[in-house]
């Protein structure tokens, strides 16, 4: 079993190489985009499924509460906790509408969806990024294997952090530290370095 546990430590060191070489020039991205949101009282709202449902609330709990400082709330809202909503959504229309219709309700203009799948083909993933196009909100995906559904969706100004990886458990760990990424990086725009 020990050996077991060293080839999936390895496994995950080895994906997160790879991603090094390919994903700063996004994750950087990515950050100015949200920073330019928070500056301009935007907010940003974050859905998945399964895995990515625990990222999508993961980021907003460091934004709304903190990272690693002190420092002053962010407006951020995962749209994967609201067991009513999803449920009468799911019941009354589709599953795949459990997050569009959110953003619907709650996106607007100048907003960021941060919307997370490992394959890029969940299919209320891929509604809620029509839905906050048609919202004119920016999307930052985080995808992992050929993109899927949702690279062809995404518009000039949007972001793709796409993990170099066709193992969902090694692109949910490299996701993870993505979105730690992001969230120091923000951090660091809006309230400086501690160093």
Sequence with gaps: MQNRIQHMFQASIDTKQQALQVLPAAI?????LMVNALLNDGKILSCGNGGSAGDAQHFSS???????????????????????????????????????????????QGDILLAISTSGNSANVVQAIHAAHDRNMK???????????????????DIEIRVPSSVTARIQEVHLLAIHCLCDLIDRQLFGSEE
Excluded: C, H, W
């Design 28 to 32: 950087e991205q990515a950050s100015l």
């Design 62 to 108: 460091e934004m709304l509460n903190r990272f690693e400082r002190e420092r002053p709330s962010l407006p951020a809202l995962a749209l994967t906790t609201d067991s009513s909503t999803i449920t009468s959504i799911a019941n009354d229309y589709s599953y795949e509408e459990v997050f569009a219709k959110q953003i619907r309700a709650l996106g607007q």
């Design 139 to 157: 999307i930052v995906a985080l995808t992992g294997r050929d993109g899927g559904a949702m690279a062809p969706l995404l518009q000039p100004d």
